[in-house]
């Protein structure tokens, strides 16, 4: 029994075979929608019978966040190794965003939320879920990256069930000022690094002010007094999905925040700041149409989709910086 294959039939497979994986791809391509954290709270707790106490918001909008970085179609894909998703670069891109801010969170938690002073012991649960987000974001063999996050997820449910029994004592959640001020800084420097990486993408002579304003400072090695700076033009669009995807978990991370720390942000009189960051996160979340992201110069006639991004993080990352200054005054 033979076989004969012609140039077309071979041709013509191929095609398909790739034109469906372009199909899938573009498919997985698509980002999670938003979703609202207070009612998604209120649900899980009507489900598992118990009353959303102090915390549950901000800990369940940690576990739906980091859930939906790995449920979305195509699930977890940094780490895939065959096609389709091998040749996909921009929801890695927004999967890294997203759990840089996981990461952050999750420190913050196990370090401050969970602790009443620097002395407490630390959660049980925390300390063995934080690590493991820590995990090199490509590892795909034993252990894979999505079975170490998979793993920390169930240790939050774990930190979450017991801060919803009252008979437990050793699980809980401090909505402070002072807590919350030390999430606030890691969050600035999070968002000043991604403004500078966008607002590189048409180049630019930046000084050199390492050391301004401390006439004393010095550093390990010298460096140049000015420095051209410009993002690859292969990197554009992974820092912008990367920063897209940043902002999209961390929109949700803030309206958790507006919930757990409802009595400390009214006494300061700083709802409304969150709010009005909140809405420049949710700018970032804006349909982009075009097929491809845009890197036209300055003021000219084409569009540059990175330093509209930049735009909206800068202003939320300024109003951060007000906003933990706000809470630091009594």
């Not at 029994?1 to 997985?28: D, E, Q």
């Not at 034993?142 to 079975?147: K, L, M, R, Y």
């Not at 920390?152 to 004592?169: E, G, H, S, V």
Request: net charge negative.
């Amino acid at each position: 029994m033979t076989f004969k294959f012609s140039f077309k039939s071979i041709a013509t497979t191929t095609f398909v075979v790739a034109f469906l994986f372009y199909l899938l791809g573009v498919f997985w391509s698509f980002e999670p929608d938003t979703f609202n954290v207070r009612e998604q709270a209120i649900a899980d707790a009507k489900a598992a019978g118990v009353k959303p106490v102090v915390g549950y918001t901000t800990t369940t909008t940690l576990i739906r966040v980091a859930e939906k970085m790995q449920d979305k179609p195509g699930g977890y894909l940094a780490n895939d190794v065959t096609p389709p998703s091998v040749f996909l670069d921009n929801i890695p891109a927004w999967e890294f965003g997203v759990l840089e801010m996981v990461r952050d969170l999750s420190l913050v938690m196990r370090q401050s939320f969970s602790r009443s002073q620097s002395q407490s012991l630390e959660n049980k649960h925390l300390k063995n879920a934080q690590p493991k987000f820590n995990i090199d974001a490509y590892n795909w063999a034993i252990p894979s990256a999505e079975g170490e996050y998979s793993s920390a997820i169930d240790d939050l449910y774990k930190y979450r069930n017991d801060l919803a029994d009252p008979l437990i004592q050793d699980a809980q959640f401090y909505a402070r000022a002072d807590n919350l001020r030390d999430w606030l800084r890691e969050i600035e420097k999070r968002l000043g690094s991604y403004s500078q990486r966008l607002s590189a993408s048409v180049g630019r002579n930046q000084l050199n002010t390492d050391l301004a304003g401390d006439k004393d400072a010095q550093q390990s090695t010298l460096s140049a007094s000015a420095v051209i700076i410009k993002t690859s033009w292969w990197k554009i669009d992974d820092v912008f999905y990367e920063s897209r995807g940043a902002c999209w978990a961390l929109l949700h991370m803030l309206q958790a925040i507006e919930v757990d720390f409802a009595d400390v942000l009214a006494n300061k009189n700083a709802t409304v700041s969150v709010s009005q960051i909140i809405r420049e996160l949710e700018a970032t979340q804006d349909t982009v149409w075009s097929p491809l992201i845009l890197n036209g110069s300055g003021f000219g006639i084409g569009a540059n989709h990175s330093l509209v991004m930049a735009n909206y993080i800068s202003r939320a990352n300024a109003a951060l910086i007000d906003l933990r200054e706000l809470l630091s005054q009594g």
